[in-house]
């Protein structure tokens, strides 16, 4: 019994950049199950297994499902609604734990009792997805006959399906997506990097000319030019908060979240490809539009978006400043293990299954120590050798004592994902240097947003905006150091 129970809400997905557990990933609203529900699902089940028919036929084989991750999860939401098991088990593409837990007796009668608990399907809505570091996630918001609900289906990097859930019906219209505030304007611009067209929003106050502008550059793994997490729109807030106080903005959508498909299996892929020469790319096209002061640009780099800017700073010709927003100090293999751990132990027990995956955490971040030791068909935290070797030579205090542009440095003080101590190794590195600037927040989070107590991926589900005082710290760092 305590097996079914456990499998009543599935989500199983090994720890992703943004530190998520199966426990954490559990939706803030779900469907609730009583133990008796529970056991007459479990008689029914076992009824229709008494009463079922024995076929003597083959069992069907099925060719494998592929294509990009919102039409695989509609794909597997059909399957699941129509209760084909064989072709679950055959024709999806997942991580070791999922494929065998597709395939478990709990799983099937988990999917049998969510199926009779909602009635028969009679409209599909239009699926959406947003991501968290190198993990996307499928939201099907599903109408049937008896209730409504939202399947969120999981997938890594590698496109394996990593868990599946049910949780609130909202499809993508009831979220309220905000307004753009009065005297604001926001258009779209497109720029060209190495043959990718890259889309943009170039946000600026209605009136005046000649104003500052700052370029936002996302974390780490795919993301959209508001780095959306959940309903949540960070780099949003701060462009919106910008301009109604007369500077302008521009925000892109990573190349890898636009052509994921075309890039994921190149091997020589590098953080060049990834990041850096979309910034170049960017602050070169910014440079021509209209009604800013190309003489005022500055670059703001969220958390790996921060890391890199010390590598590219004397390609940056013409820039006035960088913002580094919780940037680390340090290459991932020096703290990632840590933040995974944090969520492990955050409710005080770390599982069996969690710490299964810590052990695999650690194996492969051994890996990175000599990366030129990867295999060719290996991915390390979803990225290929040629990504680690490359950033293995990378030393970002050591190429940011080069820099003499106006630095201002921010922190959450609650951020589990680049800690405190990634902030402590710039101050001790620059705080005596006059063009640094270092700002922390007690009550912030990874991504700038207030919360309470101690921080987890839950914390993110909760509908928020980046503080005020961030904001306000970012347009005083500007106007001070642009005049």
Not at 7 to 29: R, Y
Not at 251 to 263: A, H, S, T, V
Not at 405 to 424: C, S
């Amino acid at each position: 019994m305590k097996e079914l129970i456990k499998s009543i809400l599935i989500l199983l997905c090994v720890f992703s950049l943004q530190g998520c557990s199966n426990k954490e990933m559990e939706p803030a609203k779900s469907e609730t199950v009583s133990v008796d529900d529970i056991e007459n699902s479990k008689e029914n089940i076992q009824s229709q297994d008494e009463n079922a028919p024995q076929s003597t036929e083959e069992v069907e084989s099925y060719e494998p499902v592929t294509g990009d991750n919102l039409f695989v999860a509609q794909e597997f939401a059909g399957d699941l609604l129509e209760e084909n098991f064989t072709k679950l088990s055959q024709a999806y593409q997942y991580d070791e734990v999922m494929k065998a837990e597709i395939a478990s007796e709990d799983t099937i009668k988990t999917i049998l009792f969510y199926n009779a608990e909602y009635g028969k399907l009679e409209k599909y809505h239009e699926p959406y997805a947003y991501t968290i570091g190198a993990y996307q996630y499928v939201i099907i918001p599903i109408e049937c006959s008896l209730n409504n609900y939202n399947l969120q289906i999981a997938f890594d990097g590698n496109h394996n399906i990593t868990g599946f859930t049910y949780s609130e019906y909202l499809t993508r219209t009831t979220a309220k997506l905000g307004t753009i505030p009065e005297g604001v304007t926001e258009t779209e611009y497109t720029f060209t990097s190495d043959g990718y067209v890259i889309p943009g929003t170039f946000t600026a106050p209605k009136a005046g000319s000649n104003v500052p502008v700052v370029i936002l550059v996302q974390g780490f793994g795919a993301s959209d030019r508001d780095e959306s997490i959940y309903e949540n729109k960070p780099f949003r807030d701060i462009a919106w908060a910008l301009a109604k106080e007369g500077i302008a903005s521009y925000r892109y959508d990573k190349r890898n979240y636009l052509y994921e498909f075309q890039m994921k299996n190149d091997t020589s892929l590098t953080i060049k490809d990834e990041t850096t020469d979309d910034i170049l790319a960017a602050a070169g096209m910014v440079k021509n539009l209209e009604g800013i002061d190309s003489a005022r640009i500055y670059i703001l780099g969220h958390s790996l978006g921060g890391y890199v800017l010390p590598g590219i700073d004397k390609e940056l010709s013409g820039i006035a400043g960088y913002i580094m927003m919780s940037a680390p100090a340090q290459h991932m293999k020096k703290y990632i293990y840590q933040e995974y751990e944090y969520i492990a132990g955050v409710d005080e027990t770390v599982t069996k299954e969690e710490q299964s995956q810590l052990e695999a955490l650690k194996n492969q971040l051994k890996q990175l120590e000599e990366p030129e030791k990867i295999p060719d068909n290996v991915t390390i935290l979803g990225a290929y050798r040629d990504y680690w070797v490359d950033l293995d030579s990378y030393y970002p205090v050591k190429q940011a004592k080069n820099i003499k542009k106006p630095v201002l440095v921010l922190q959450g003080e609650r951020d589990y994902q680049v800690t405190m101590k990634q902030f402590a190794i710039w101050k001790k590195n620059f705080n005596k240097s006059e063009n640094w600037t270092f700002i922390s927040y007690p009550s912030l989070n990874h991504f700038m947003m207030a919360g309470y107590g101690n921080p987890t991926l839950g914390e993110y589900k909760t509908r928020s905006h980046v503080d005020n005082k961030v904001t306000q710290d970012i347009i005083q760092f500007i106007m001070g150091t642009s005049q």
